[in-house]
């Protein structure tokens, strides 16, 4: 690089960081202290080349740029939110509601001495019991108070309180016994710039080859590794080199590691364990489509050969308009479905009052009251120094909903997609709006409903076939550098899928050695070698769905129909053996704890005893499994500790309405104390009780080349599956698709 380019460089990147500067100051309003970061802290972000947006709030470095959400599709135009009103009283806080709250808490005893001392880690709606939601009836009845529950941190204290927005009332609510709050995105935002304020970390970043303008850092949680880690609220920061790529994710710099105390902005200490490993280099890592433009556009000038990859094409969604209803922002009907859908902080995309049509009797029965995702658990297989906290909870840790990004219209969901909002708060208090977070689709993949036809044996010239088109409502979102998409799907059978697809960029190692034939016989690396000086250490993904089950009403029983094999007596039959399907009611939460086994398989059932068929048996809904994984961390392991709740695949617990999150309310640093597995050893009764099922949905993954430099989406999931809820085939007069049902395109001339 040539001097005047040097200089042009360094011109470019103090425009562009005062820029930014002032445009996340905006965008967050951000208060005094590290919950809330001070000036200085930007300050010296600034000088060492560091910013970060409003949508890109981890790898803060010089090279992020202020974005601007995707444009919604015409049918859904853009609003500010300021006028909305609730109109259901599962309805996520307005942006109204929300300035309410906070000018309540700021009032608030002892609050109002120092308000800029007040961090808010969340605000989201205390919802109301659910027997009043259940009663409620839109257009007969107003809607229940509307409150609010508000978790806080004022002078290192957490609190967690209940705010009526009508009276202006607080009212202190229990506070977990260990653990934090959910980070503030505020607070991951300036945790990337604390590092810069040390002057260690400044020469040791000089010492490895790197440009201060080129590192990006990443605020990663510390897990809980005994009581030495108690009553301090610590975060590690790990950094890569930004230059040549935007995919700074495989250029890191392996083994630094600094440990910060986040309500002091101190560094505590620096780890530098990352002798002789060399920085990966920028080559083939960049993975954005202008990039790879220039890269062909370059490739034709040098008269180099370039196979293009091109898409196939598509067939358009929904070519006779959106099919999909979205009443009021939240509520969605389509194909006798009707289901409650808003954006959540923590758990992303929470589903509620999920009702079916029954064909016979064109009443809408209940099958789900509520559906999220309620935990995140990944831990990474490297115990090494730099590496042995990574075990991270990104619901309760980083907020899913949080760092769910906007969605791209065309690509993310197809055309004729409907989109919600996510209304957050920043740490201040203050509302902002994450657009286009939810989109909601028809999909039709060219799959079947239903089909049979007869053979010419039977003299019957019968041919019947229905298309499977199916509703989608979509969240992704992206935890530094995976992205997680999750789909769930409602089928006119009254199936629902819930997909849970990973992408994004691996979280790769350093290393010295750029092939195999480098390394030591029988060396445990962590991972698989991807590329020189790359490593992608194997680790799990385990997604912990929280199912409120109310099939036909609230009080269901959970139903274990074990399939074993049955011998014939001697001369009974020609057949030796058969299977037999063995019905057991789970009485209490232990008797309902789940762990797959291929050789001894089972269906599970939830149904509602009190409801039959007209043959007698009870209606109900069965989990089915698709590809799944079983944690195999030692019980006693600290991470497998904190993330209990994996233990099984299936729990069942009786309803409570304090007991959402699997990890515990704060998990941040948390021991283990208030998980999923802590309260089902009460073994409370569950027949015929008002239950919710949790299902752990799991993936071992083990790196391959194919992950480099970006992932293909890899997809599981499981079913929740109508078990004796219709009296027959709910579909079976639905009307196949005719030439005259599809659009007629008319050419132009010219």
């Not at 042009?8 to 919950?35: C, E, K, T």
């Not at 990443?218 to 975060?235: F, K, T």
């Not at 074993?564 to 019905?583: C, D, I, N, V």
């Amino acid at each position: 690089m040539d001097h005047s380019t040097s200089l042009l460089r360094l011109i470019f990147l103090a425009l562009g960081a005062a820029l930014i500067l002032l445009v996340v100051r905006s965008a967050f309003r951000l208060p005094r202290g590290i919950d809330t970061p001070t000036t200085a802290l930007f300050d010296d972000a600034a000088a060492a080349g560091s910013s970060c947006t409003r949508f890109a709030p981890w790898g803060c470095h010089q090279a992020d740029r202020v974005t601007k959400p995707k444009p919604k599709p015409k049918e859904a135009p853009s609003h500010s939110h300021e006028t909305d009103v609730p109109r259901h009283p599962l309805d996520p806080l307005t942006v109204g509601e929300i300035n309410r709250a906070r000018e309540i808490l700021r009032a608030h005893p002892p609050f109002a001495s120092s308000p800029s001392s007040l961090a808010v880690h969340s605000l989201s709606l205390d919802e109301p019991e659910k027997a009043v939601v259940l009663a409620w009836r839109k257009g007969a009845d107003p809607l229940p108070p509307r409150r609010a529950v508000a978790v806080v941190r004022y002078r290192g204290e957490a609190s967690v309180l209940a705010v009526d927005l009508a009276s202006g009332a607080v009212k202190a609510l229990p506070v977990p016994a260990s653990g934090y709050p959910t980070m503030t995105m505020d607070e991951q935002v300036a945790l990337c710039f604390v590092p810069f304020r040390d002057p260690m970390f400044n020469a040791t970043i000089r010492r490895r080859g790197v440009r201060l303008s080129d590192v990006a850092c990443l605020p990663i949680s510390p897990g809980w590794y005994g009581p030495a880690e108690d009553n301090r609220r610590v975060i590690k920061a790990q950094c890569f080199s930004a230059e040549g790529t935007a995919n700074f994710y495989m250029r890191p710099i392996e083994g630094l590691t600094v440990l910060v105390d986040m309500d002091t902005a101190e560094v505590i200490s620096i780890s530098d364990r990352g002798a002789g490993i060399p920085i990966p280099a920028a080559a083939n890592t960049d993975y954005r489509h202008a990039r790879h433009i220039q890269e062909e556009e370059d490739n034709t000038a040098a008269g180099l050969g370039y196979q293009k990859v091109r898409a196939p094409s598509m067939e358009p969604a929904a070519p006779s308009g959106p099919g999909v209803e979205l009443v009021d922002g939240h509520t969605v009907r389509w194909g006798g479905w009707e289901l409650h859908l808003k954006a959540d902080a923590r758990a992303g995309m929470v589903v509620s009052r999920a009702r079916v049509q029954d064909p016979g009797t064109g009443a809408h029965r209940e099958v789900l009251y509520m559906g999220m995702a309620s935990e995140l658990f990944v831990p990474y297989m490297d115990p090494t120094e730099a590496w042995y906290f990574k075990t991270y909870m990104d619901a309760g840790e980083y907020g899913f909903g949080l760092q769910a990004m906007p969605l791209v219209p065309l690509n993310d969901c197809p055309r004729h997609a409907r989109y919600v909002d996510g209304v957050f708060v920043a740490a201040d208090g203050r509302p902002y709006v994450r657009e286009n977070m939810i989109c909601v689709f028809e999909r039709y993949a060219g799959d079947v409903a239903w089909r049979h036809s007869e053979s010419p044996i039977t003299g019957l010239d019968i041919r019947e076939s229905r298309p499977k088109v199916t509703l989608v409502a979509r969240m992704v979102a992206s935890v530094a550098n995976y992205d997680y998409i999750m789909d769930w799907e409602f089928q006119m059978d009254g199936l629902i899928r819930i997909k849970v697809g990973l992408s994004g960029i691996l979280m790769v190692k350093g290393t010295a050695y750029s092939h195999l034939s480098q390394a030591r016989e029988n060396e445990d690396m962590h991972g698989t070698l991807l590329s020189e000086n790359v490593i992608g250490v194997i680790h799990d993904h385990y997604v912990t769905f929280r199912l409120d089950m109310d099939v036909d009403g609230a009080d269901n029983s959970f139903v274990r129909v074990e399939m074993a094999r049955q011998e014939t007596a001697p001369g009974e039959s020609p057949r030796r053996s058969y299977l037999k399907a063995t019905r057991h009611v789970a009485q209490t939460e232990k008797d309902a704890q789940v762990r797959l086994k291929l050789y001894q398989p089972e269906e599970f059932h939830v149904v509602n005893p009190t409801k039959t068929t007209r043959v007698g048996n009870p209606v109900g809904y069965k989990v089915v499994p698709a590809g799944t994984a079983a944690s195999l961390l030692d019980p006693e392991d600290p991470p497998q500790k904190r993330g209990a709740f994996t233990n099984n695949q299936i729990w069942v617990t009786p309803y409570n309405k304090s007991e959402e999150w699997a990890a515990g309310l704060f998990v941040y640093q948390s021991k283990g104390e208030d998980t999923l597995a802590t309260w089902a050893e009460r073994d409370r009764p569950i027949e015929n009780k008002d239950l919710v099922l949790w299902y752990t949905l799991g993936f071992h993954h083990i790196p391959c080349q194919e992950d480099f430099p970006i992932m293909p989406t890899v997809t599981s999931g499981f079913d929740l599956k109508p078990v004796n809820f219709f009296e027959s085939n709910p579909i079976l007069k639905q009307r196949p698709t005719m030439e005259d049902d599809l659009p007629v395109c008319a050419a132009t001339t010219a």
